[in-house]
């Protein structure tokens, strides 16, 4: 509020003659005490020196041309912290509540600008009587309008309500302000048992189903619109208490989110086991069935450790994909499992306890706990069944599912392989692959990096996770090659023939069988590595590894064989070369021209391609280099990291070694067997 005026401004107003000479004269006359201004060479007069019809006309026209001004610092000390009143702060005002208290500070701020020039009582009184002629500013006035919160026409000032405003403000702040709000009605009504005798139960009835029926046996009951109400102020825990059980009414409550930023690799492994939800062909008896697959995760990284397929959630599922986990990856330090049979068992604990980890149960009812191997159920498992006809899915269309039953029962019992139901192996190689994808593909809960191919920011993926923990010194404890290899596989009873056993569709040998010939022997076997089984007796000694097709040879050597065909030809030949003589006279010279082999028809980048991948597999022709590269893969990834470990140390290669070193590492069977097989190679290596 401005407290000086010069004589022009000052002509005209009442009680003020209505020129600037009359004015300054009138000031000389009367005393008024006045001052240069600042850079000029008027003269202003003090606003405590007019009369008193002029100070209030200015008053009017300062507050009738006045912006809203950023409101002075308070002064008194309760006023620089967020005052309460009943225990209430600022902060838990609705918007409505807070809208009119700053309308009333607004209100407040005027008057103390006006007690600047004036007294108190004249601001409010000069503010009161503005508002009810409507000559505020229309800043004020709606403030003003705000300030009353009254949803009448009449909405203006008075001296009382100003005043109270000002004591409230000064006493207890600007909360003071802040109008108070009639709290809902949270007593129950009478009827209210009675109603959710109906409502809250298991079949989870309509409110106006289980209106019908306490209209019925309560005489008077509300309306159907008070009964919604009455609902309505209920928490979503207490009116689905009883339709839905206690593990459902944890999805609408409260959790903690567990955070795994501060896991190292092989810190915590999850593990679960999870009804394949498309059916598949059991490799064991041929018939339909769904596998059980159970999986482990490291939480840390997010990877996909190990994992096995079952006919059931059982020990020796968990134990195959404890063997297959710490082979691959390392010792782990806790497991974090359910209270299923497959993990609270005896067996288990006792592998465990040999392997030296420490084993832990979430609670009862409390899927959420594991929400990191649930969530990769639905990721990887139900994304890979919905891939096949098969699919049995709470979402699958009902009417395709029972005409895919339909028809491949037929073809079963006919004894056609049903076209629509995969074989195991396609399903065990699609499961491979879809877990080397989940390992490779960027994960949310995981940190971001910059992504060197696109230059954007991205999640890691679990395998990058992994490598990062690696690269800052981390190394996997890896458990004893001889514990490892003592772990449980699955097992299946088989009798032996001659030393043979058959499992698969496949002849496997063992020379060590022939003295158990028409014996029974457990069989493990894994689905892994086809190319052998271990057989066991009956009370679970390990009698060695039979290998496919074990004592199979040639059916004659091939010299033989060799020296038969040329023999024949040479016959034939002779035959011709007599008709030959007979039909024209004369000696006849019959010579045999060799054909060309005919190249295939493939584009240059494909030819070359497959000649590279031919010579990664196929050993050197080279007779001068003893190089030699081995038929079986884990076998060829062995000799893969001799020759690595060579390069490494400065070890110079020969030009087979070489050729053979560089190609094979580009090849898809390369890649597989790193990922899968690496430490359980180290493993052998080391035993």
Not at 158 to 183: I, Q
Not at 508 to 536: C, I, M, P
Not at 580 to 598: F, I, M, N, S
């Amino acid at each position: 509020m401005r407290k000086w005026f010069t004589a022009q401004e000052l002509a005209g107003l009442p009680g003020i003659p209505g020129t600037d000479r009359n004015v300054r004269l009138m000031a000389e006359r009367e005393g008024w005490e006045g001052q240069r201004r600042l850079g000029s060479k008027a003269v202003e007069y003090s606003f405590s020196f007019l009369p008193a019809e002029t100070q209030a006309a200015l008053l009017a026209r300062l507050v009738q041309q006045e912006e809203p001004q950023p409101a002075p610092q308070p002064t008194a000390p309760h006023k620089l912290i967020s005052p309460q009143r009943d225990g209430i702060s600022v902060s838990r005002l609705n918007d409505s509540q807070r809208e009119v208290m700053t309308s009333r500070v607004a209100i407040i701020r005027e008057i103390e600008r006006m007690s600047q020039v004036v007294s108190q009582q004249r601001a409010i009184m000069t503010l009161v009587g503005l508002a009810r002629e409507g000559q505020l500013s229309p800043y004020l006035t709606e403030r003003v309008e705000r300030a009353n919160d009254r949803k009448t026409a009449d909405r203006t000032l008075s001296e009382r309500t100003l005043k109270r405003w000002l004591a409230d403000y000064r006493k207890h702040g600007e909360v003071a302000l802040a109008p108070a709000r009639r709290k809902a009605d949270l007593s129950v009504p009478a009827w209210a048992p009675v109603f959710l005798k109906h409502y809250q139960r298991p079949q989870k009835p309509s409110v106006e189903a289980a209106f019908e029926q306490f209209k019925a046996e309560y005489p008077g009951c509300p309306s159907i619109h008070a009964v919604r109400r009455f609902l309505a102020k209920l928490s979503p825990e207490a009116r689905e208490q009883g339709r839905m059980g206690p593990r459902e009414l944890k999805s609408i409550k409260a959790f903690k989110r567990r955070q795994a930023d501060l896991l190292w690799p092989n810190d915590v492994w999850v593990a679960d086991g999870h009804t394949f939800d498309a059916e598949v062909i059991n490799p064991l008896t041929g018939q339909i069935f769904r596998p059980e697959v159970t999986m482990v995760i490291d939480w840390g990284t997010r990877r996909i450790v190990g994992f096995s397929v079952n006919l059931a959630e059982s020990t020796i599922a968990t134990l195959d994909t404890l063997r297959d986990g710490v082979s691959r990856v390392g010792m782990y330090k806790v497991l974090y499992v359910d209270n299923g049979s497959g993990f609270d068992n005896e067996v288990v604990y006792e592998v465990n306890d040999r392997l030296g980890g420490t084993i832990t149960h979430s609670l009862p009812y409390n899927s959420q706990a594991r929400g990191v191997i649930e969530r990769p159920h639905k990721t990887i498992l139900v994304r890979l069944a919905k891939t096949y006809d098969s699919y049995i899915g709470a979402d699958m269309d009902k009417e395709a599912a029972t005409r895919v039953h339909r028809l491949s029962r037929q073809q079963l019992a006919q004894g056609i392989q049903p076209t629509q139901i995969p074989t195991f192996e396609r399903f065990f190689a699609d499961l491979q692959n879809a877990l080397n994808t989940y390992n490779y593909h960027p994960h949310r809960g995981l940190p971001k990096v910059r992504d060197l191919a696109t230059s954007k920011m991205r999640h890691q993926c679990p395998m990058e996770s992994w490598k990062s923990a690696e690269s800052e010194g981390w190394e996997p404890l890896k458990a004893d090659a001889a514990i490892v290899a003592s772990l449980v596989r699955p097992q299946v009873v088989r009798t032996t023939h001659r030393a043979e056993v058959r499992f698969g569709g496949a002849v496997y040998f063992l020379a060590e069988l022939e003295v158990l010939h028409g014996q029974e022997v457990r069989v493990a076997y894994d689905f892994r590595d086809a190319s052998r089984v271990w057989v066991h007796t009956i009370d679970g000694e390990l009698i060695g590894e039979a290998l496919v097709d074990g004592n199979a040879t040639p059916a004659m050597p091939q010299s033989l064989l060799d020296k038969a065909t040329e023999k024949r030809e040479q016959g034939q030949l002779a035959r011709i070369v007599k008709k030959a003589k007979t039909l024209t006279g004369q000696d006849v010279e019959l010579r045999v021209v060799p054909k060309a082999a005919q190249s295939a028809e493939l584009p240059a980048e494909q030819l070359s391609e497959a000649r590279r991948y031919a010579a990664s597999l196929a050993p050197p022709q080279e007779s001068t280099s003893a190089f030699e590269v081995p038929g079986d893969s884990m076998a060829r990834y062995r000799l893969w990291k001799r020759l690595d470990h060579r390069h490494a140390t400065g070890d110079a290669l020969e030009a087979a070694e070489t050729r053979w070193y560089r190609d094979y590492c580009n090849t898809q069977e390369f890649r597989s067997t790193q990922d899968m097989y690496d430490f359980a190679a180290a493993g052998q290596a080391r035993a």
